[in-house]
């Protein structure tokens, strides 16, 4: 089952259903008015929405192609982003000289959730000096989420699957973890792809809590890189139920899996500019590779074995905050 | 004015308008349903609600005694904590052996914010053995701040003035501080204070943007501290224009000082147990002061010259998770 929201009707936007091919779509409002509601009630609503997507399947809806589309949540109670691929944290540490981590826990940050920008939105960023980066990731949303919960429960509370860009800024991130208080200015708002996805609809590329297929990202027109989501250290229920250890989790709670990373970066690419540079400061002794410039663009997708992109397409550009409406130029 | 929230009509409580004197209060249903709905519209609201308040002050309204009180924002969509207090990092440090914190700019990490847990609300907590603590805090409320907001502006954005219990778990925080990612497990929920307040209902006591009162912390029933809160390095307005460098914040969104502490904290004491222990360690070369146990309780309050307490108490409890219902034991 595949959902998505509609930016319209207040901050949460509109929940509607999309079919299995991503073609159609039929309004959900008969069973929830938004996603978060939809979660909050999920035992419930499932079935419904599940029922609604088999008029879909019937041939029912109207076509997706041309329809703007918000973040499936354009905003959540949570957002807590892991790091779970090795081969990042090891390429970073290695090019950047900072001191290995000393943990056999999940790295786990809190991030900004009350504003996710949907999948052709601009990403009004303050200045080109701050070192804009695209890091692409899988996530997974979940219902109310007990506190203590074990990982074998937490297999359970994954409800749906998705695609994210966590924005980062290069220049400010290594300032603010110095610091062990973790990142504020460095992580500004994140991008969600279109489609939420429930587990089932990523077939046997969803197995071990993971997804097994290849991110693709584009950075103006150009691959860059298609590494698996397979290689997770960690599995999404063993994230969920670290998160949880001292905290309930409330439905449309949303964990991340960091920067999407394989040990064969060099065939694969990678999902975030620092790499590449951390990779030609090891090759040349220096990053070759600038960050992204304002009016520059970057698409992400994952497609299914048959070829159909499953969380549909992540395809933006960063722009200035201070020309884009309502924000004022930085200072202090 | 006071402002504060009955847990009853949903997740946001139930705004009501409470007396100068803390006496009696008013529902403010007329004006907002909720402390979030009347942020978001601050511009139209505060001025109603101050009409609503001189009948208040008329003497209308029902006895606020024995009335049990959620947290002014029972969830809220963002809450940044600093550490403003000079004193209490430079003490941890140099008691635990940290490596000094290198930086110049305000510290400030993202905590959970979908649960506030109100003034006597029990504060289930999953074990002893993570170090139990209580940290006093001053706190502000804002509307929505636009990105890249300046420090003269900032202070505008400060609508309410509140107190925080910023529970933390002390085993479990060094561990995290260490990956430079922040704290998740060593951060649970807070609790708040029962009434938000304008800055003008501390008089004199709000100045440079900082709340210049004693912070009385009790622990069992015992003065642990009394430290006060102009001691704050950077001032809200600037704890402001450094959340809002990358970020819009929404309105409802909580920024914290940080534990309050002065460079005199041998004299008026520490606003939690970490602090005293890091004394111990320095004047006995190891900590004699336990972590707080299930059953024990802190109280924090702070008192206008006149003895008034502005913000009312926090007087609770923590329990074991395992005991408090719909909570499962811990476990993987």
Chains 1, 2 share one sequence.
């Not at 039929?26 to 509601?37: I, Y």
């Not at 070759?288 to 992540?314: N, Y």
Request: a negative charge; proline letters at 6%; charged letters at 20%.
């Amino acid at each position: 089952m595949k959902l998505a929201t509609l930016p319209e009707g207040g901050p949460d936007g509109r929940l509607i259903l999309v079919s299995a091919d991503g073609e159609r779509w039929l309004p959900a409002n008969g069973v929830a008015a938004t996603l978060q509601a939809a979660l909050e009630a999920w035992s419930r609503s499932e079935a419904a929405l599940r029922r609604l997507g088999e008029r879909l399947e019937a041939g029912r809806g109207e076509p997706l192609e041309g329809v703007v589309l918000a973040s499936p949540l354009p905003r959540a109670w949570q957002w807590l982003d892991g790091s779970a691929f090795a081969s990042h944290g090891a390429l970073m540490q290695t090019a950047f000289k900072l001191p290995p981590i000393e943990t056999t826990l999940p790295l786990m940050y809190q991030g900004m959730s009350h504003q996710f920008l949907g999948p052709s939105d601009d990403v009004p960023l303050p200045s080109e000096a701050d070192g804009i980066d695209f890091e692409g990731e899988f996530g997974v949303i979940t219902d109310a989420v007990p506190m203590g919960v074990s990982v074998r429960e937490a297999r359970d509370h994954i409800k749906l699957v998705v695609l994210i860009n966590d924005w980062s800024l290069r220049v400010l991130a290594p300032v603010e973890m110095k610091t062990g208080f973790g990142w504020v200015q460095a992580k500004p708002a994140c991008s969600m792809g279109p489609l939420a996805v429930t587990p089932d609809a990523l077939g046997a590329a969803w197995r071990d809590c993971r997804v097994h297929l290849d991110l693709l990202v584009d950075w103006n027109g150009k691959r860059f890189g298609a590494a698996n989501g397979g290689a997770m250290a960690f599995g999404f229920d063993e994230l969920i139920a670290h998160a949880a250890r001292t905290r309930t989790l409330p439905a449309g709670t949303i964990i991340g899996s960091g920067t999407v990373s394989n040990n064969n970066f060099r065939e694969v690419g990678s999902s975030c500019i620092a790499e590449r540079r951390g990779l030609e400061i090891l090759d040349f002794g220096e990053a070759k590779t600038a960050f992204m410039r304002f009016g520059e663009r970057v698409r992400m997708e994952a497609r299914l074995p048959g070829g159909q992109s499953v969380f549909g397409a992540i395809d933006q550009a960063v722009v200035s905050a201070h020309s884009h409406s309502g924000i004022h130029p930085p200072g202090r």
